[in-house]
C-alpha cells in the first residue's frame, strides 16, 4: 500500500520531488509569465550574462562608396549651396572694390593745352641764309625730317632767325630780295602741317610797333595785319623778348582780339603767346592770362663753359625760385660741357613745364643729310674709329631723347604732378642740405635730387653734377620707398629693378626712377 503511494507520487525514499508545488524550489516564474502557466516549468538557477556587443572601428571610404554617397540627395543639396555661397561672396567683394575706387578720392588733373603738352625745338638762324640753303638743302632737307623729329615726341617748332634785327616782320610780306625765304617759309609751313607739328615764329628783339611819331605813339595803333598775314599761312603763335615793346598789356590785349578772330573762323587751337625771359625777374603784368608761356633759362648767360659747381649752383637757384603763375617752359641757355648738356637734357624733360630743345646734331636724323653745311664732308676724311665712336653716341643721344620724351608724354606725375625739391647726404658727404633760401656749402651741392607725384605714382630724379662717384646714404629721404625701376639715364645704361640702398652715381650722371613700395609693381 505504501509502496503503491510511493510510486503515484512518483518519489523515492530520501529523494526530493521534482515538482514540490508554489513553495517548492527551483520554480521561478519566467518574464511575462504567471506562475501558474510556467508551474511546470523549470528554469536554471543561475541567469547567464549577456556577451558584449561587438564595436565596428572606423574604417575610410573606398572609392566605389565615395561616388556612391556622393550622389546622394544631401550632398548634391550642400554642393549647391557652397557654390552659390561661392559666388555671392565674390559678387560681394567685387562690388565693394567697385565702390572703394569710385569713393577714394584721387587727385584731378587741369586738362592741358596743345603748348602745356608739347615739346618745343628751336632751330638756328643759319638754316634759312642762302648758302646754307645751297650746300645742304636748308629748309628742303628739314621739311624731309619734320615726320622724323615727330616720331622723337617734339610737338612744335620755334623758327628763329627769320628776319633782320633791323627790319621789320612787315618786309618779308613784300617781294624783292626776300621772297625765296618767304616761299621757303610757306613750304616749311605747309610741311609742318602735315607731320602734325605747330609753329611758333620768334619776333624776338624786332620792331613790332612800326614807325613812331615824335610824341612816341606808333602811326598804326596796331599792326596786327602783320599777325593775320602769318596766322593766315598757319602759324600757331608768336615768340618774344621781355624786353620788346611789344611786351605790353595793350599790344597783347590786341593781340588776343587778332587770335580770337581766327581761333572762331578756323575751329582751330588756340594761338600762343611766348616771352622769352632775358632778365633776372619777369616785369609783371595786370592781366597775367595775355601771356601762355614763359621761356627761361637753367643756366645764366656766359662767354665761356661754366664749371660742374657753376652749373650745380644754377640748377638750384633755378628749383628753389621757380614760379608757378605763367606755365613756364625751360632751355638750357647757358655754355657747358657736352656731358653736362645730357644732364641739363634730364633735368629739362623731368621738371614742371615745357622743354624747349636747342638744334642738336646728337639727334639729327644720321640717314639724311645733315642740316650743318660741310658736315657730312668732313664726316668722309675722319678715321673709321672716329665714325664709329660718333655714330654710337648719336644712337644713344637719340635713345636718351626718345626715352625722355616717351616718358614725358605717357606719364602724369611728369606732366603735371607736383614738385619736391629734397635735401640730399652722400656717403662722401655727412652734411645735410636744406631747401632753404641759404645755399649749402660747395661740396655738398654735388648731388641734386627732386620728386614728381601724382596720386601713388613717384619719380625720383638724380643728378650728379660733379666729377665724383656718389653713393646714397641709407638714411637720406627715409620717407620714400626703397624699390624702384630704372627709366632713363645719361648713359643708357640703366636697366631693371634697383634699391636706393645700393645706388652709385656716375660722375655727370642724371637718372630717372619709377619708385613703388616693396612687393608692389605699381
Avoid at 638762324?125 to 622723337?152: H, I, K, M, W
Avoid at 598789356?249 to 587751337?269: C, I, P, Y
Avoid at 665714325?387 to 616717351?406: E, W
Amino acid at each position: 500500500m505504501e509502496q503503491s503511494d510511493r510510486e503515484e507520487t512518483g518519489s523515492a525514499p530520501g529523494r526530493m520531488p521534482l515538482n514540490a508545488g508554489d513553495t517548492g524550489y527551483g520554480r521561478v516564474p519566467g518574464p511575462g509569465l504567471s506562475g501558474s502557466e510556467v508551474a511546470s516549468e523549470s528554469a536554471p538557477l543561475l541567469i547567464p550574462v549577456p556577451e558584449p556587443e561587438s564595436v565596428q572601428e572606423w574604417q575610410p571610404m573606398s572609392k566605389q562608396q565615395l561616388e556612391v554617397a556622393a550622389g546622394g540627395p544631401g550632398w548634391r543639396k550642400v554642393r549647391c549651396y557652397l557654390v552659390l555661397l561661392f559666388w555671392l561672396a565674390w559678387v560681394a567683394m567685387l562690388a565693394t572694390s567697385i565702390a572703394i575706387v569710385v569713393m577714394s578720392p584721387r587727385p584731378v588733373a587741369t586738362p592741358l593745352r596743345w603748348w602745356q603738352k608739347s615739346l618745343f625745338y628751336q632751330l638756328q638762324p643759319d638754316l634759312f641764309t642762302e648758302g646754307q640753303a645751297e650746300e645742304s638743302g636748308g629748309v628742303n632737307a628739314l621739311c624731309e625730317q619734320l615726320p622724323y623729329l615727330r616720331s622723337l615726341g617734339i610737338g612744335a617748332l620755334i623758327l628763329e632767325g627769320l628776319f633782320d634785327k633791323e627790319a621789320s616782320p612787315f618786309n618779308v610780306t613784300a617781294t624783292g630780295e626776300r621772297y625765296s625765304t618767304l616761299a621757303q617759309i610757306q613750304h616749311l609751313l605747309a610741311e609742318s602741317n602735315k607731320a602734325g607739328l605747330k609753329v611758333v615764329l620768334d619776333f624776338c628783339q624786332l620792331d613790332l610797333l612800326g614807325p613812331q611819331d615824335v610824341s612816341g605813339n606808333a602811326e598804326e595803333p596796331s599792326n596786327t595785319h602783320v599777325l593775320r598775314f602769318w596766322l593766315e599761312q598757319g602759324v600757331d603763335g608768336f615768340a618774344i623778348c621781355d624786353t620788346d615793346a611789344a611786351y605790353s598789356e595793350k599790344t597783347l590785349l590786341e593781340w588776343r582780339g587778332v587770335f580770337k578772330e581766327f581761333s572762331k573762323k578756323e575751329e582751330e587751337e588756340e594761338r600762343i603767346v611766348v616771352v622769352k625771359q632775358t632778365q633776372d625777374a619777369l616785369f609783371p603784368l595786370n592781366n597775367v592770362t595775355l601771356v601762355d608761356v614763359v621761356m627761361k633759362s637753367i643756366l645764366p648767360s656766359s662767354p665761356h663753359l661754366l664749371s660742374a659747381q657753376e652749373v650745380a649752383v644754377a640748377i638750384e637757384t633755378r628749383l628753389q625760385t621757380r614760379e608757378e603763375d605763367i606755365w613756364p617752359s625751360w632751355k638750357i641757355g647757358g655754355k657747358a660741357s657736352h656731358d653736362l648738356k645730357k644732364l641739363l637734357l634730364v633735368l629739362m624733360m623731368t621738371l614742371p613745364g615745357s622743354p624747349a630743345v636747342q638744334y642738336d646734331e646728337d639727334i639729327d636724323q644720321t640717314q639724311n643729310v645733315s642740316l650743318k653745311a660741310g658736315s657730312s664732308h668732313g664726316e668722309m676724311n675722319e678715321p673709321s674709329d672716329t665714325r664709329t665712336d660718333k655714330k654710337k653716341a648719336k644712337r644713344l643721344a637719340v635713345a636718351l631723347f626718345t626715352s625722355l620724351s616717351r616718358s614725358r608724354a605717357r606719364e602724369e606725375a611728369l606732366l603735371y604732378g607736383s614738385f619736391t625739391f629734397l635735401p640730399f647726404n652722400s656717403s662722401t658727404n655727412s652734411s645735410t642740405n636744406s631747401s632753404t633760401s641759404t645755399l649749402p656749402s660747395p661740396p655738398s651741392l654735388a648731388v641734386l635730387a627732386y620728386l614728381r607725384s601724382w596720386g601713388c605714382v613717384h619719380f625720383l630724379i638724380l643728378l650728379n653734377v660733379g666729377p665724383e662717384v656718389h653713393a646714397l646714404d641709407p638714411a637720406w629721404a627715409p620717407s620714400l620707398p626703397k624699390a624702384g625701376v630704372f627709366v632713363s639715364s645719361t648713359g643708357m645704361d640703366r636697366l631693371g629693378a634697383m634699391t636706393l640702398d645700393t645706388l652709385e652715381l656716375q660722375p655727370h650722371e642724371a637718372i630717372v626712377i619709377k619708385l613703388f613700395e616693396a612687393g608692389s609693381y605699381s
